[in-house]
């Protein structure tokens, strides 16, 4: 059985972290904060003090406490902290320990996880399938479009016994990303949407693209994709995972012959 949720000092020991503080409650924690507009479940959340491009997350500590929250993933100490009844864990990258903690977190469930990744379509083809399959599996999937590197890990943080399937979708816009976000969902069945234009500028050719993407799916049973294009083709083969691919023409696995569209469905 899987001890969820998890106590400080178990956090503290996953991430690498240095601990500050005594957590004497030994609070149990059941979510994960990255915006201190969001809290909720103060006591029982666990504050990650991202460093964006834009924002700094260290500077929204203190509005994090006067919420409630005593737990805190930084990167760097603070200025005066004087909350003794606080926690501090101090670790080198505070993304970094989000998606170390999520990794550990889905390494712990054995179940059905389909991975979904392509250029347009995924948070579509996401919720098709949950709609489909909701009726006979108890899913876990991404809210909205949180496919990022900070989508993903709040994602997967939720999974739970219960669950029988995950259904994520992962979105990078650049090289070097795919691998962590592999880590993280860990797929048994891959979907490619397709490989189109969005986030060309990223990336040096088609080809750096494509493999990129597919990284997703270095660990599936089977990869599902749309065959006729030879780069995809080709790049899928070198992969070496089994795939299933469809079509509407000749040669795939499920050739398409018609598309019947209806008022409300297709």
Request: proline letters at 5%; a neutral charge.
């Amino acid at each position: 059985m899987v001890n969820s949720p998890y106590l400080i000092p178990e956090i503290s020991k996953i991430i690498q972290a240095r601990l500050f503080g005594d957590p004497a409650d030994n609070a149990p924690i059941t979510y994960l904060l990255t915006d201190s507009r969001q809290v909720r479940f103060a006591g029982q959340s666990l504050f990650f003090a991202l460093v964006c491009p834009h924002h700094d997350g260290h500077q929204f500590l203190e509005e994090a406490y006067q919420k409630g929250v005593r737990y805190f993933v930084i990167s760097k100490m603070p200025g005066p902290w004087q909350h003794k009844d606080s926690s501090l864990l101090l670790v080198d990258d505070t993304l970094s320990a989000l998606q170390q903690l999520c990794r550990y977190h889905r390494e712990r469930f054995d179940l059905q996880v389909i991975g979904i990744t392509g250029s347009n379509g995924k948070t579509t083809v996401k919720e098709w399938l949950f709609q489909l399959l909701q009726d006979d599996f108890y899913i876990l999937r991404n809210p909205r479009s949180y496919n990022s590197q900070i989508g993903v890990p709040l994602s997967v943080w939720p999974l739970r016994e219960a669950h029988q399937m995950g259904i994520f979708e992962a979105g990078i816009s650049q090289p070097g990303e795919m691998k962590n976000l592999a880590e993280i969902i860990q797929p048994t069945i891959g979907l490619l949407t397709n490989i189109g234009s969005a986030h060309d500028a990223g990336f040096k050719d088609r080809a750096q693209k494509i493999a990129e993407k597919l990284l997703l799916f270095r660990g599936a049973g089977v990869v599902i994709y749309r065959s006729g294009e030879r780069d995809i083709d080709e790049a899928l083969m070198r992969l070496g995972r089994p795939f299933f691919s469809w079509s509407f023409e000749s040669g795939a696995d499920v050739q398409i012959l018609q598309v019947e569209r209806g008022n409300s469905s297709t």
